[in-house]
């Protein structure tokens, strides 16, 4: 009777461990059909020509030299690969609802967080700081939504729709310019805010951002993402 039990227990833990696979490979196979969706509807407009615009990380020197450029963006998201693939299907999910590529998403997680690892146990940026999350959402502009954690769909989410205004706001200041253009503004205004960010001209467009390279370094991250086939 006792070997009868222990033999009905050890298939009942067979069973679990095998509905754990299926349940993981389904959330893959969700994940992977999310993001060839978006890879049908916003590769082929204009996602080629927005990912030549950028020069990428810069830094300034004493002297004012600056240096750094593609391949300093693409080495530092390099590192954060193995973490944006555990939230994959959250920033793909967000960039459909929004419509805007998750590699943008993705990039932008890895300039603003490093993908989470630069974040304290309470998601913020460190002990004193108002920005919450991978895509730290300034606490202090608006009620960020933590009910799912930085990480969390719902976060990304509201992310991925704050950069969809930021967007919208650098359209309606100029509409005369191109799309991708217009998003690389969008991009830039998400880092300062849209009440802080004035649209100047489009070589001047990250003046004012965050060491005055964001919009230029997280599209050399999103192009590099998606060279990889990661997003």
Known sequence: MHREHSISFIIIIIMLQLAVVLI???????????????????????GAKIYSLTDGWEYASATGARF????????????????????KCNIVAA??????DPAI??????????????????????????KYGYMQLDTRRY????????????????????LRSAIIYVETKRPYWEKPMQIKGGIAAYDVGINNYSVSAASTIDIGTTNHDYSNDVLARAKYLRSKGIF
Do not use: M
């Open 24 to 46: 993981n490979l389904l959330l893959f196979v969700s994940c992977s059909n999310d993001l060839r969706g978006l890879q049908n509807t916003w590769h082929p407009s204009f």
């Open 68 to 87: 750094g450029g593609v391949a300093k963006s693409e080495r530092d998201v390099s590192w954060d690969i193995t973490r944006l693939k555990e939230v």
């Open 95 to 100: 960039g459909r609802l929004t419509g805007i």
């Open 105 to 130: 998403l993705a990039a932008i997680a890895s300039r603003e967080s490093g993908a989470g690892l630069r974040l304290n146990s309470r998601g913020y940026g460190n002990s004193f700081s108002t």
């Open 143 to 162: 009620y960020v939504d933590t009910s799912e954690g930085p990480n969390g769909l719902a976060y990304f989410d509201q992310a991925a729709e704050e």
